[in-house]
Nanobody, 120 residues
Framework: QVQLVESGGGLVQPGGSLRLSCAAS????????MAWYRQAPGKERDLVAS???????NYADSVKGRFTISRDTAKNTVYLQMNSLKPEDAAVYYC??????????????WGQGTQVTVSS
């Protein structure tokens, strides 16, 4: 019905950059807040960044000034540009979209997760 496909994860050296993408497709009527979360082994899933339909953004303190979230409404896609990566940024990154489908009400949809590894 609704599919979210993430891409862009991988292995990067400390100080490097990655760009994550999350594209939604299917029976979508409207997409509201889009967000990125991350979960490291043995830890809870935490919010990294979010962006509203109006473009207002919110970031975790640990990534402010290094990560940038953006969205392309026409493509139903949210991005996370990650610069100056640190080993502590390593985690599985998940996108979460709050959207209204054409067949039901408003719900949160999660991507499948993409691994980000920061190591020299």
């Amino acid at each position: 019905q609704v599919q979210l496909v993430e891409s862009g994860g991988g292995l990067v050296q400390p100080g490097g950059s990655l760009r994550l993408s999350c594209a939604a497709s299917g029976r979508i009527f409207a997409i509201y807040t889009m967000a990125w979360y991350r979960q490291a082994p043995g830890k809870e899933r935490d919010l990294v960044a979010s962006i509203t339909t109006g473009g207002s953004t919110n970031y975790a303190d640990s990534v402010k000034g290094r990560f940038t979230i953006s969205r392309d409404t026409a493509k139903n896609t949210v991005y996370l540009q990650m610069n100056s990566l640190k080993p502590e940024d390593a985690a599985v990154y998940y996108c979460k979209l709050r959207l209204r489908s054409t067949f039901g009400g408003t719900s949160d949809y999660w991507g499948q997760g993409t691994q980000v590894t920061v190591s020299s």
